[in-house]
């Protein structure tokens, strides 16, 4: 049946304009091991994020095989980030760490202080010398009164040592602590008296909140600390909840939301967990570039600009339900809520609207994220509803939400209204059915991600059919469409067979089509593939049957096909740079008027691309601007399209101009591979012993292998380019590198390197992410300088291994 929700009274979530929070933070958006390596995840899905804090492993530490602190410093601070808490005990190999005495400790601490003190951006490090002592090394969490004493005299000690052996090294730094597993009052009251009193306190207060009860318990927390530090005399330290939310909160936006509007009310910085793989934001990035649900929703919250004021949720402090958090910004003259969490429906009833700001009428435009899985792509926020509302007589506007999802999250933007009319939004007939309420043939329903195992993987209706591993297990799910069409199917699923697997699509019992099933981290960290089917009015049986190795099926989402995916990023919301105006005197478009540019101004779009490919671009503006994608310029002439080249995932497009008026970048497309020059494993010279394998996964059914590891071992492509210029090198590749050290808390794959040089130029070190099976084929996307006519690219690693290569793809960007 299709998912709904609605409620036979509307909650209420109350914002009020007129009483300020502080300016926002964008505290919340912070993880710990979140990035793996230089590059991974890429530039562009890190930069728009504008992350306040990182929490990472020393240099060279053996907890994991990579997330290194120093090494992943060089992209996190080159997009913007904030700072980078470096976790001390992670220099030790096993879970818990091995407990060999501060005699071993303190040379390793000398060791790791020295490295970060001796860099130019040392202030942008913290150390965390212990993490979680409530439970390894010292257990203060025990109940037993002498055996806590004891145990808290013991580690009060150390603190103190190696606090002063830090600063002994490096006289600024800044050290956080406790850092303990959960919050403990009394805990938290001995140490900061001790510290007090011994000169030691730290420049940053930390704990983790690791349960789903956090949802209820962290204000409480909260606000029991300050009432601590005020007790005993101590101005208000920064808080760091350097770990926060479980696996069913990671990856959805309507649990996420939940977490950062208590962290960001309170104006503490929060990192989300790592309970799985590094390198992927804690959940927000698929491969390397490609965002889902939840990394949109965290670029809304990066928006957000001015200040946070009050919300007033309809059960605050409660589980699993609806919360949000607002900002207000006089300047823009706009005003954001971010809300989700609960089914349903809602009113949204926005305060103290000043008519200084916004006049007597806005335009409300409502945009969702959805849970798209956790390896599942999200193209941009649909928008659901423009309209323009007058401001009450009270000096309110109620924003209606019909309909609500649970695990999705929702933006409503509001702008003065000017003349003209907002175009009504776009919004294809769609329904999602779940597999668990499909006929299950040969397979087994299972039950994840409640609040009582909230360290299993989320599940869109809290399960999803496993045990697909029978001839005959097949799911059939009973659908029904309004009209003739060919309508977008996409299917959530989970594989971990170690290799791509397929399942045998037919509509009413007809022939079957092949759908591929990529690899999953796991079976239940899933992902989406998508695929179309034509449909008559009226109902039909939708069947998904085994067909090579195995996977979960958890939700499909049927939506009509109007035409080539088309989006309108609104330049009032982009990110800029300089000082624009903002001018709302007409209301025609998008509704939120426009950005005016000048000379030094300009503004970034986050533009998505369900594919590598070009795509049609049109800057709608009053003049000619500039655009700049992965670093070539081009000029853009208002309401004339251009075609670009865009990657798979997120591409960040630069707008400038001497003197215009922008109202939004629009693109569309289904990623043409018109004008791509392509190129397969065997068209390329190898050296050095690499060599071409036969491979059925492999586009053109063969890969290179065994590139890298020594400097004579490559591959060398001649390309012919039949224009000079910037191209995108779409490289399809895999490989499956995994160093375990002896315990299976995450999943520690590895990336590889390949040097890739052009004709004779300087080789560029690229990173590439593991791809969870070596038959499982990414792409990733390098610019590159092409002359016209023939070019070499040569591929190699004199230092270890590369990935496999099955082909490689040439778009130039400006088609």
């Excluded at 994020?49 to 060279?60: D, M, W, Y």
């Excluded at 591929?516 to 079976?523: D, H, V, Y």
């Excluded at 939708?542 to 990023?569: F, I, N, Q």
């Excluded at 160093?739 to 040089?757: E, F, K, L, Q």
């Amino acid at each position: 049946m299709p998912v709904t929700g609605h409620t036979a009274v509307p909650q209420r979530l109350t914002v009020d304009l007129a009483v300020s929070e502080g300016p926002v933070l964008h505290g919340a958006n912070g993880a710990l091991y979140g990035l793996s390596d230089d590059g991974v995840p890429g530039d562009a899905v890190l930069a728009p994020l504008k992350i306040t804090s990182i929490s990472q492993k020393p240099e060279g530490g053996a907890q994991h095989p990579n997330g290194d602190a120093l090494t992943v410093a060089r992209s996190f601070f080159r997009n913007g980030g904030g700072e980078i808490n470096v976790l001390l005990q992670d220099v030790y190999a096993e879970w818990p760490y091995e407990d060999l005495g501060l005699d071993d400790y303190l040379p390793r601490v000398d060791r790791i202080v020295g490295e970060v003190s001796a860099r130019p951006d040392r202030d942008r490090f913290v150390y965390v010398p212990f993490n979680e002592p409530d439970q390894i090394w010292y257990h203060l969490d025990v109940a037993d009164r002498a055996e806590y004493e004891a145990n808290r005299d013991r580690f009060l000690r150390d603190w103190k040592t190696v606090y002063e052996r830090i600063r002994a090294i490096h006289p600024d730094a800044r050290i956080a602590g406790p850092n303990e597993a959960a919050y403990h009052s009394r805990l938290l009251t001995d140490f900061l008296a001790f510290a007090r009193r011994e000169d030691v306190l730290p420049q940053v207060m930390t704990w983790h909140e690791l349960d789903s009860a956090s949802l209820r318990d962290f204000q409480a927390h909260h606000d029991d600390y300050r009432a601590i530090e005020r007790k005993l005399g101590i101005a208000p330290l920064t808080v760091s909840i350097d770990e926060y939310a479980n696996r069913r909160d990671l990856s959805v936006p309507g649990q996420l939301v939940q977490w950062v509007s208590m962290f960001e009310r309170n104006k503490v910085y929060a990192n989300q967990a790592y309970w799985d793989a590094a390198g992927n934001l804690s959940g927000l990035v698929v491969r390397t570039n490609i965002p889902n649900g939840g990394w949109w929703f965290f670029r809304w919250y990066a928006g957000l600009t001015g200040d946070t004021v009050e919300v007033t949720p309809p059960r605050p402090h409660t589980v699993d339900t609806l919360q949000g958090l607002a900002s207000l910004d006089t300047g823009r003259r706009q005003a954001q809520v971010l809300l989700g969490g609960s089914a349903g429906d809602a009113d949204v009833v926005v305060r103290n609207v000043s008519p200084a700001v916004f006049g007597h009428a806005v335009v409300a435009a409502v945009a969702e994220a959805a849970w798209s899985g956790y390896e599942g792509a999200h193209p941009a926020p649909r928008v659901l509803t423009r309209t323009e509302v007058r401001v009450a007589g009270d000096g309110s506007v109620t924003v209606p939400l019909r309909g609500l999802r649970p695990m999705s999250a929702y933006r409503i933007v509001l702008t003065p209204a000017g003349r003209g009319t907002p175009a009504p939004a776009s919004v294809p007939w769609s329904a999602s059915y779940e597999a668990q309420d499909a006929a299950v043939t040969g397979g087994q329903v299972r039950t994840q991600g409640t609040v009582s195992d909230a360290n299993g993987y989320a599940a869109s209706g809290t399960q999803h059919v496993g045990s697909l591993d029978s001839p005959d297990s097949r799911v059939d799910f009973t659908v029904t469409v309004p009209a003739d069409g060919t309508y977008d199917l996409a299917i959530l699923y989970g594989n971990q067979s170690g290799g791509p697997a397929t399942q045998r699509l037919s509509v009413d019992g007809g022939d079957p089509v092949t759908v591929g099933c990529p690899s999953t981290q796991n079976w239940a960290h899933g992902g989406r593939t998508d695929v179309r089917v034509d449909l008559s009015a009226g109902t039909h049986v939708l069947t998904l049957a085994k067909g090579e190795a195995e996977v979960t099926l958890d939700r499909v989402d049927l939506t009509a096909r109007t035409g080539a995916p088309s989006t309108s990023y609104e330049a009032t919301l982009a990110d800029v740079g300089g000082g624009p105006s903002y001018d709302y005197s007409s209301s025609a478009g998008t509704g939120t008027g426009a950005l005016g540019l000048r000379e030094g101004d300009r503004a970034v779009f986050d533009v998505y691309a369900p594919r590598d490919g070009s795509f049609s671009v049109v800057a709608r503006a009053s003049a000619a601007v500039e655009l700049t994608l992965h670093g070539e310029t081009v000029t853009a002439t208002p309401d004339r399209p251009l075609r670009l080249y865009l990657a798979a995932g997120n591409n960040r497009v630069t707008l400038t101009a001497g003197d215009a008026s922008v109202r939004s970048l629009d693109v569309s497309g289904d990623g043409s591979a018109t004008g791509t020059i392509a190129y397969g494993a065997a068209d390329a010279v190898l050296a050095g012993g690499a060599r071409l394998v036969d491979c059925v996964h492999a586009s053109g059914g063969r890969r290179i292998t065994g590139l890298g590891g020594g400097p004579a071992r490559t591959a060398r492509f001649t390309v012919d380019a039949p224009r000079s210029g910037r191209h995108l090198l779409v490289v399809h590749y895999a490989h499956d590198d995994r160093r375990g050290n002896g315990h299976a808390y995450n999943t520690d794959i590895v990336s590889r390197t390949a040097d890739i040089t052009v004709g004779t130029g300087a080789p560029l070190r690229v990173t590439f992410k593991n791809t969870w099976s070596p038959d499982d084929y990414w792409t990733l996307a390098v610019p590159v300088d092409l002359e016209e006519g023939r070019n070499t690219l040569t591929f190699g690693n004199a230092d270890g291994p590369a990935p496999d290569i099955a082909g490689i793809e040439l778009g130039r960007i400006v088609g």
